[in-house]
C-alpha cells in the first residue's frame, strides 16, 4: 500500500483557468505573512522589544500541525506623540497581535529615520509589530462606565472614568505627589483627610470626616468640617487666642 500526501490544490479546478488562478493565489498567500494573535514570551521596557510566539500553527496537506517560530525582537506599540506617551508594563503570557509590515524595517529600527530596506523581504513577521489587546484575557468593565472612557486595571478596580460631565477615579489609595495642590472649585470629602503638604482652596473646602493638615492651609472661602480638625497638632474646636488686647478676654473657638 502506498500512502500518498493529498494534494493542497482543489481537484475541481485541474485543467481550467479559474482553476490554475486559485491555485496561484492560494500558493501566494502561502508565503505573505500579514496579522496573527501571538502571546509575549519575554518582553525589555528600557527597548520596548517583545519575544512573542503566534498562536496559529501552520497545517501540512496531510494535517500535521507545525508550531511557528518564536519571533525573537520586536518592537510593541505604545500609543504617544507630542511630548506624551501611554506605557504600559507587557508580562510574560500576555495576549496581543503581531502586524507584518511591507518591507524589512531593520534600518529603521536602528535610527527612526528615512531608510532602506536592508533586505528584499516583504510582508514577513520578522518585521513585525506587536499590538497587546487585554481584553483577551478578560477584562471587567463597570456598569456605569459602558458608555465611558475607561483606563484601568484589568479586574476594574482600580479605573480613571471619563464622563460627558466628569471624570471619576475609584482606587484603594490616590497619591498626589505635588509641591502644592490647588482646588478652584468647591472640595468635598467624605472621609479622613491627612494634609501633610501645602493645600491652597479658592472657593469652599467641605470635609465630612476628619482633617489633620501638618502645613500650612489657605481657603479663601468657607471651611466647613464636621469631624475632628487639628492644625500642627492643635485641634481647631478647642484652640483659643489668649487677649488680643490688653485687658481683653480669650477669644471664643474658632467658627
Known amino acids: 500500500m502506498i500512502n500518498s500526501t493529498p494534494p493542497s490544490r482543489n ?28 502571546q509575549v514570551i519575554a518582553y525589555d521596557r528600557a527597548t520596548n522589544r517583545a519575544q512573542v510566539q503566534p498562536l496559529i500553527s501552520q497545517v501540512t496537506t496531510d494535517g500535521t500541525l507545525i508550531l511557528r517560530g518564536q519571533i525573537a525582537s520586536i518592537p510593541v506599540l505604545q500609543i504617544g506623540g507630542g511630548g506624551f506617551v501611554i506605557s ?8 496581543g497581535w503581531i502586524k507584518a509590515n511591507d518591507r524589512d524595517i531593520t534600518f529603521f529600527l536602528q535610527t527612526y529615520a528615512q531608510s532602506a530596506p536592508n533586505t528584499q523581504r ?4 520578522s518585521d513585525a509589530l506587536f499590538i497587546p489587546d487585554s481584553f483577551m484575557k478578560g477584562v471587567t468593565i463597570a456598569g456605569e462606565d459602558a458608555n465611558n472612557l475607561v483606563i484601568q486595571n484589568l479586574a476594574g478596580t482600580v479605573r480613571v472614568a471619563i464622563w460627558g460631565d466628569q471624570v471619576k477615579i475609584t482606587a484603594p489609595n490616590i497619591i ?58 492643635i485641634p481647631f474646636g478647642t484652640h483659643v487666642h489668649g487677649g488680643v488686647q490688653s485687658g481683653s478676654s480669650d477669644t471664643g473657638v474658632p467658627i
Open 11 to 38: 481537484l475541481a479546478g485541474d485543467g481550467t483557468l479559474i482553476g490554475a488562478f486559485e491555485l496561484f493565489k492560494q500558493k501566494f498567500l502561502q508565503n505573505t505573512d500579514d496579522m496573527l494573535p501571538a
Open 88 to 95: 504600559m508594563p507587557i508580562q510574560t503570557g500576555d495576549l
Open 122 to 125: 516583504k510582508h514577513t513577521f
Open 176 to 233: 498626589l505627589n505635588a509641591p502644592t495642590t490647588t482646588c478652584t472649585g468647591n472640595l468635598v470629602v467624605d472621609g479622613t483627610s491627612l494634609l501633610t503638604g501645602a493645600v491652597t482652596a479658592d472657593s469652599t473646602l467641605q470635609v465630612s470626616g476628619d482633617i489633620t493638615a501638618d502645613s500650612d492651609m489657605i481657603v479663601t472661602s468657607n471651611l466647613n468640617v464636621t469631624g475632628t480638625s487639628t492644625m500642627n497638632g
